[in-house]
């Protein structure tokens, strides 16, 4: 059955921000109407769950949330097509809930021009499971030599306000204090990938009592602390906006915490595997668990909880990062960094900071929908309030349920999920996409998206079979 | 025992029972036909993707001698340099019917991987795995170092060796040297200390690792001190590989002179210890840096002793790895 862009949707007892049940209603791609549970009328009648266009969602308990926006998105496409496309991995976060992601630079070709931006741009129209923002590079090919052509990725079709080097470091210091202050002319901002080369070099893992056991060379803290006590600095200098990407150490949210309380424009994100994981997980030598910045400590985990509960951490962003399986099945040493997010983000942010009763969801709504679109500067349709007149972009979220996470199962093309085996709590019932939905009853909604894109010449012109 | 990775977790029971068998092994060594009838029938792959010409010839030695077939792997002139995976590697020693694997290679948690990710059932014997474990390298050591301070088998090791069933207690031994990139202290630390020895590490800070202080041992940056006011029964002194060591991303100490001055190993040095100890080193020299000639040529030096014991001491863990019961029929010991 296909479900149709124009349908209206009844989502009938949901709790937005997880406050009292509510019925809200769906239509031409905005919140029509919001009321007493039980009260709002049907735009027609209604008999069974499906009349016509109108659908009822029976979601009683349900959390309804604005739809999640990802600052740090990896779709690996242009060039690793066998590890994720644009059209797989947005597929992937509307599964996890998502309507917007921030799809990261480190393309091949590297999305450092506006002709590669306004592609994956493009290729995230396409497809039509989210909003794709392309983050554009900040240096050229991400060398950390020259600045990338910043003003041209902004003017694009694709209007890119985040740059960044992400998987590597912009740490040539007078290389970042340009590019912080050249992207102030467009309210653009630098999201850093904190990690100082010299003091990394052939890193594995977190340095400490696990490295020092297992024999892996170490990524010690203060290689990330040491770039963001600088960054932080020629933020203040410059009088310019700084992003820091993937924070993991206990030191990292202290300066932070320092930095604002100075008032520099920083904001700063972590991981769901960061919430939740730590380096001992390395001891069996699983590449699964070699992530890039690395797992910390439970010391470590515990600050970030804490800095991401009172403010200090602004975000939650995946730092999705899909890899075919050859890159995972070989020695640690060999194996790429990165582990996928999109499908699992949601649930450990409940696990590790609702069910724990550190945050509320009007919290999870903050940090995982309203300030990644402030701080992406796509506020005109992200992260913007469950009211009446609102773009519909929306997520709802079973709290009660409980799934076993299985690599192969997910959305996205590739297993390296780090939560394999375990389960998790809560389960994204249904995202809406301006009104449409990209995923209903927990599964996602192929048809809706196959019949916008299929007029689009995607038809496999020259195949005979 | 179905693998030897790691002296980390090894029981005193355990270790204690390699240690004894590979001294039954070392007394078959001095008969005229050296040859056991042990592992016939049973395939032994030495897969090596370092080169290690002592290494791998001691494991040849020990398969050979428990007459096992033995076939060698190495990553040079096989599909392994032309980047062949260590999955499909694994998966054709599988497929050809390895019984066990005893694996070098400069990827710590390799010889783990081997066991552990599904893609072999052969056993596996760990010879080295980047900076992580070389735990034959630690038995051999501490079965040196039974023999000599507990066993009494005399300076120059021809006595009989009485320590069987004997652990450590008591004894000190300091290793020296680069214990940063060190799988040979990492093994050692371990296994002497579930022996009941003293450990105490002396180096220069930098080639100390972070962590370190979760090791059951001891931390110098002295060596003088630690000869003179610690009185080691054994000094064991680890390589230093010059090229890591100055300039460019190494720095780990300003020369190689300045090192030698304050980490060398020699004659001086070995005139404070007690008139017992020994002196060992797992081997390649470099004489003149962390060791002397005079100290590695000394009647207290057990080096070369410490290559025979090797071959007893892998004997000994191909044995219980392959066999699974006791050496030879001749010992009560059923206990793995």
């Known amino acids: ?465 | 025992m179905k693998h030897l990775l790691t002296t980390q977790g090894l029981s005193k029971g355990d270790a204690i029972l390699l240690l004894d068998t590979s001294a039954q092994m070392a007394a078959t060594q001095s008969r005229e036909n050296k040859k056991l009838p042990t592992l016939r029938g049973r395939t032994v792959v030495n897969l090596f993707y370092e080169d290690s010409t002592r290494t791998r010839i001691s494991f040849e030695t020990a398969a050979k001698r428990l007459s096992a077939d033995v076939i060698n792997f190495s990553a040079k002139g096989s599909s392994v340099s032309k980047g062949e995976s260590l999955k499909d590697t694994a998966l054709t020693l599988h497929a050809m019917g390895a019984d066990a694997v005893v694996v070098r290679h400069s990827a710590s948690g390799a010889a783990h991987q081997l066991a552990h990710a599904g893609w072999l059932d052969a056993g596996v014997l760990n010879a080295g795995d980047g900076m992580h474990q070389h735990p034959t390298q630690a038995l051999l050591d501490a079965f040196t170092i039974r023999r000599h301070l507990v066993g009494n088998v005399g300076e120059d090791g021809r006595g009989t060796d009485t320590s069987a069933g004997a652990d450590l207690s008591g004894l000190r031994v300091a290793i020296v040297g680069d214990v940063l990139h060190s799988r040979v202290a990492r093994s050692n630390v371990y296994l002497l200390h579930t022996l009941g020895a003293e450990v105490t590490l002396v180096a220069p800070p930098t080639l100390v690792p972070v962590g370190v202080e979760t090791w059951p041992c001891r931390v110098s940056y002295h060596l003088d001190e630690t000869l003179e006011q610690w009185q080691p029964d054994a000094v064991m002194m680890l390589r230093v590989q010059r090229e890591r060591m100055s300039g460019g991303s190494g720095s780990f100490f300003p020369s190689p002179m300045e090192y030698s001055r304050k980490f060398g190993f020699d004659a001086r040095r070995l005139a404070v210890l007690p008139d017992h100890s020994i002196v060992m080193h797992p081997g390649p020299m470099n004489r003149g840096l962390e060791i002397s000639a005079a100290a590695a040529d000394h009647p207290r030096s057990v080096i070369v002793e410490q290559v025979a014991n090797g071959v007893a001491v892998r004997m000994a863990a191909l044995y219980l790895l392959l066999a699974g019961t006791d050496a030879a029929g001749t010992d009560e010991r059923n206990t793995l």
């Open chain 1, 1 to 465: 059955m296909s479900t149709p862009t124009s349908a209206t949707y009844v989502l009938r007892g949901v709790r937005p921000y997880g406050t009292d049940p509510v019925d809200v209603v769906l239509a031409d791609g905005v919140i029509a109407a919001i009321g007493a549970s039980g009260t709002v009328e049907v735009p027609e009648a209604v008999t069974g769950d499906v009349t016509g266009d109108v659908i009822e969602v029976r979601a009683e308990g349900h959390v309804l949330l604005p739809g999640l926006v990802d600052l740090h998105t990896h779709l690996r496409e242009p060039g690793r097509e066998d590890a994720e496309t644009v059209f797989s991995g947005t597929r992937a976060a509307a599964a996890g809930g998502f309507t917007a992601v921030h799809a990261m630079a480190n393309t091949t070709p590297t999305q450092d021009t506006a002709g590669v931006v306004e592609q994956v741009y493009r290729l995230g129209q396409e497809a039509g499971w989210v909003d794709v923002h392309p983050v554009g590079a900040v240096t050229v090919g991400l060398g950390g030599e020259k600045l990338a052509e910043l003003g041209a990725m902004a003017d694009s079709a694709a209007r890119v306000r985040v740059f960044s080097d992400d998987g590597k470091c912009v740490h040539d210091p007078v290389l970042m204090r340009r590019a912080l202050e050249y992207v102030k002319a467009f309210d653009g901002v630098v999201a850093q990938h904190a990690q100082e080369p010299r003091l990394t070099e052939g890193a594995q893992m977190n340095e400490g009592v696990v490295s020092a056991q297992i024999g892996l060379t170490g990524w010690p803290a203060v290689a990330e602390e040491s770039i963001i006590a600088r960054d932080v600095l020629l933020a203040e200098h410059v009088g310019s906006r700084l992003h820091v990407c993937h924070l993991s150490t206990a030191g990292s949210v202290e300066i932070i915490r320092w930095a604002k309380g100075r008032g520099i424009d920083v904001t700063a994100e972590v991981t769901p595997h960061h919430l939740v994981l730590t380096d001992d997980l390395a001891r069996d030598y699983d590449p699964v668990f070699k992530v890039n910045p690395p797992l910390r400590t439970a010391k470590d985990v515990e600050a970030v909880r804490a800095g991401l509960a009172d403010g200090t951490i602004d975000i939650v962003a995946t730092d999705h990062a899909p890899h075919p399986v050859e890159d995972k099945d070989c020695e640690w040493s060999s194996a790429a960094f990165g582990m996928t997010g999109l499908e699992t983000a949601l649930s450990v942010v409940q696990q590790t900071m609702v069910d724990t009763g550190r945050m509320t969801w009007a919290d999870v709504a903050r940090v995982l929908s309203e300030n990644p679109a402030r701080i992406g500067r796509i506020t005109e349709s992200q992260g913007r309030p469950i009211a009446v007149g609102e773009p519909a972009n929306l997520t709802l979220v079973d709290p009660s349920a409980a799934r076993t996470i299985d690599g192969r199962s997910q959305v996205t093309a590739s297993d390296n999920t780090p939560f394999a085996g375990m389960e998790l709590p809560g389960r994204v019932v249904a995202t809406f996409l301006r009104g449409r939905a990209t995923v209903l009853d927990g599964a996602v909604v192929d048809g809706a998206v196959v019949d916008g894109a299929a007029t689009d010449g995607k038809t496999l012109e020259g195949v005979t079979r």
